[in-house]
């Protein structure tokens, strides 16, 4: 490890440590701002792990996400500790994902997008199958579980992420996926096993996604299709972790912070038009900011380091 390395694992033990007592504020709507944040914080890191260096856009946040909700809703519904549900949600998470990788990550480009948005779809429809089946249209989800434990929760999972990732990035994995992002056909031919690096990547992201639906399942209650495998979720993932950048491990929360808040407002101001205005947010970011606010920054950086030379 070099001293930039320390440096940075320090900076970001400082600042978890300060998010950390954001609950002894006592502000109610501050906490579950920040049970929001810290989610898409997550969310869009471990996206951004595999879908930064591979290029691949998937929508598949919702399924796993789901999963895990339902994972903690049945498993408590039939006496099992929530603490328990949790390992067995990204063990779940962990193998839909591989079966989907398995599955589609020989697809590329729109092939692959359309196949994981559909995936949510997928599941969703087979649980609302199998709940009218056995004529149950919800679960309840009673915990002794708070919004502060939850949060709580989450930032060690984020930590646990950013940690995975800083690994991952320094390994020979990460070294295989960055040569797959750039080429993948250069990379099969390198000798590298590009569908055994994508599938074990995918896993991560999916197992953390499984993960944190899990831990939100005891603040939503009662859980339900439409709520667990809403398709926004992943839509608004994909808005985040582009708007920060993923060039970058921190790129993300870089985005997921000014969004959310920017979010909150539009859906308190403009609750029938939101969908309308995530479509226009995801144009505006593609065409405006391709690199998001890492490429912004980097490129300021760049222009300074370029003037001092002329000067």
């Given at each position: ?7 940075s694992i320090t ?60 994972t903690t809703a ?57 709940q009218n089946v ?178």
């Amino acid at each position: 490890m070099t001293k930039r390395d320390w440096q940075s694992i320090t900076l970001s033990a400082v600042l978890l440590a300060v998010a950390a007592c954001l609950p002894l504020t006592g502000d109610a709507y501050m906490l579950s701002i920040g049970i929001t944040i810290a989610m898409y914080a997550v969310l869009a890191t471990s996206w951004a792990l595999f879908s930064g260096p591979t290029h691949y856009i998937s929508l598949a946040t919702a399924a796993f996400f789901g999963l895990g909700t339902y994972t903690t809703a049945i498993g408590i519904e039939n006496g099992l500790n929530y603490w328990a549900t949790l390992p067995i949600a990204a063990v779940l998470g962990a193998v839909l994902a591989a079966l989907v990788g398995l599955a589609t990550l020989r697809l590329s480009g729109v092939y692959f997008v359309i196949f994981t948005l559909g995936l949510a779809e997928l599941v969703r429809q087979v649980v609302t199958w199998g709940q009218n089946v056995s004529g149950q249209k919800g679960l309840y989800v009673l915990t002794d579980i708070t919004e502060v434990h939850i949060y709580w929760q989450l930032l060690v999972l984020g930590g646990i992420v950013y940690l995975t990732g800083w690994a991952i990035g320094r390994s020979r994995l990460g070294f295989a996926l960055r040569i797959i992002g750039d080429d993948e056909e250069v990379a099969r031919h390198s000798g590298i096993n590009t569908s055994r690096a994508k599938i074990l990547l995918f896993m991560v992201s999916g197992a953390t996604a499984a993960v944190v639906g899990s831990m939100l399942a005891p603040r939503y209650i009662y859980i339900e299709p439409a709520l667990a495998f809403t398709p926004m979720l992943s839509f608004l993932v994909v808005i985040m972790a582009l708007l920060g950048g993923t060039g970058r491990l921190w790129g993300p929360l870089v985005g997921v912070i000014p969004f959310t808040l920017l979010w909150e407002a539009i859906s308190a101001s403009f609750p029938n038009q939101t969908t309308l205005l995530l479509g226009l947010s995801f144009l505006v970011i593609v065409y405006l900011l391709p690199r998001g606010f890492v490429g912004l920054i980097e490129s300021g950086k760049r222009r300074m380091r370029e003037r001092e030379a002329f000067a």
